[in-house]
């Protein structure tokens, strides 16, 4: 095997050399790819719970402040959150017809009788 020529490791103040093609000593090149996964990971999170879902929710609620099962009932209550009527988990949508404002104890029940999400 031919030898690398190694350079001083590119992180301040690490006196190591290295021949690793981006100028990091192994310890430094584990630390920075622990960072990047960590700063993906947050990213894809945030793609696709946070803004999005949110804005939705945000956006539906204002739209229907009410709790729906109540107001099919005659009460006023207002809505604590957004319920999908069919879960995402069997393929159900964020699109509105897919969303229901519910008020906390109407959405209990409804997950009480076995609704998931
Ligand atoms: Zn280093
Ligand atoms: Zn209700
Ligand atoms: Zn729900």
Do not use: Q
């Not at 190694?6 to 690490?14: A, D, S």
């Not at 993906?40 to 956006?59: F, N, P, Q």
């Not at 006023?76 to 959150?81: D, N, P, V």
């Amino acid at each position: 095997m031919p030898s690398k020529p190694k350079r001083p490791c590119r992180f301040p103040g690490c006196p190591k050399l290295t021949g690793n093609k981006d100028g990091y000593c192994d310890e430094h090149l584990r630390m920075r790819r622990k960072d990047y996964d960590r700063y993906m990971r947050g990213y894809v999170h945030h793609k696709r719970y946070g803004s999005h879902w949110g804005k939705i929710r945000a956006r539906y609620i204002r739209k229907e402040p009410l709790c729906e099962a109540c107001k099919a009932k005659g009460k006023i209550e207002l809505a604590a959150l957004v319920h999908h009527k069919k879960p995402l988990s069997e393929g159900g949508t964020n699109d509105e017809e897919n969303l229901m404002s519910l008020c906390v104890s109407c959405h209990e029940k409804i997950h009480r009788r076995g609704h998931d999400v």
